[in-house]
């Protein structure tokens, strides 16, 4: 989904159905964390920052083309 929006991160609404699938309800590109986090106990922007730290700390690879 994240792909889609052609961003990294992205919050996906679900809802289950009594048949045990998932039913994508919408994607957002800005989401807000605070339902999840109430939700799972965990502390999101944490895990966004900590993610974000671990990108920059691998800089992206750019050739050059000679000749």
Do not use: M
């Not at 609404?13 to 039913?23: N, Q």
């Amino acid at each position: 989904c994240a792909a889609v929006l052609q961003t990294e991160i992205a919050g996906v609404d679900l809802l289950p159905t009594l048949d045990g699938r998932l039913l994508v309800l919408e994607v957002n590109a800005v989401p807000g964390w605070r339902g999840l986090e109430a939700a799972v106990g965990d502390d999101i922007a944490a895990s966004v920052v900590h993610y974000l730290e671990g990108r920059l700390a691998t800089p992206p690879v750019f050739a050059i083309k000679t000749g």
